[in-house]
């Protein structure tokens, strides 16, 4: 079956500092990944939509200047926290279509 | 109104019950239409898609009423393994999915 990696599973950053989060799509074309952003006991929230070769399409009260999204080929989106706040700790996660929605893994990002 | 909206639950129930969740959504022009699995701190997991005739896949089953906007989960002889929370999810027009806030399911021994 279709299999998203996300990369990585968790990290911890000092506020301020920028963190990259990976999603690929394994054994599939993706010219759309999502990524959503869960906090705890509440369900997942739409943050964007990634399209391959793109700009990146924002849910509303997403900052696009704080979370860059890139989605440079077929199998790869990157999301990447910029000058992260505790705030922004949560669990971020990605998906792709293929035949319904397939999830990476999530990261949980903890900014101290 | 949210786009999709789920009872939260817990829903609490003996094994071996019957227990159904329903989830609305308020896009008339929805198209495509998911369940899915959510354990504690994991990804969601697709438990099966839900069609316009209704589906069933062994202990469960969707449904879907577009005229009064709501799809159904039913699960019956409910086991443990299926405490969860499960997650409505709609796919709106332009290919944007949106989940419902979950149905924390709890079963007892």
């Known amino acids: 079956g279709a299999v998203v990696s996300q990369h990585p599973s968790w990290v911890i950053c000092k506020s301020g500092t920028s963190v990259k989060i990976e999603c690929r799509s394994l054994?599939?074309?993706?010219?759309?990944m999502f990524w959503y952003r869960q906090f705890p006991k509440q369900s997942l929230m739409l943050m964007a939509t990634?399209?391959?070769?793109?700009?990146?399409?924002?849910e509303q009260g997403v900052e696009k200047d704080k979370f860059l999204i890139n989605h440079a080929s077929l199998t790869l989106s990157t999301l990447t926290v910029t000058s992260a706040h505790p705030e922004d700790s949560s669990f971020y996660i990605c998906?792709?279509?293929?035949?319904?929605?397939?999830f990476g893994s999530g990261t949980r990002l903890t900014v101290v | 109104r949210k786009e999709v909206e789920q009872d939260p639950g817990p829903f609490n129930v003996p094994e071996g019950a019957t227990v159904a969740f329903n989830c609305t959504y308020s896009?008339?022009?929805?198209?495509?239409f998911f369940w899915y699995r959510q354990d504690c701190r994991k990804e969601p997991k697709l438990l099966m898609s839900?069609?316009?005739s209704g589906n069933e896949d062994g202990r469960f089953t969707a449904q879907l009423n577009r005229a009064s906007q709501y799809i159904s989960l039913l699960i019956r002889d409910s086991k443990l393994s299926d405490s969860a929370t499960y997650l409505c999810?709609?796919?709106?027009?332009?290919?944007?999915?949106?989940f419902g806030s979950g149905t924390r399911l709890s079963i007892r021994p």
């Open positions: 990634s399209n391959e070769g793109s700009k990146a399409t924002y």
């Open positions: 896009n008339s022009a929805s198209q495509s």
């Open positions: 998906s792709a279509s293929n035949y319904g929605y397939t």
């Open positions: 999810v709609v796919n709106m027009v332009a290919s944007k999915i949106i």
């Open positions: 839900v069609y316009s």
């Open positions: 054994d599939f074309q993706a010219t759309t």
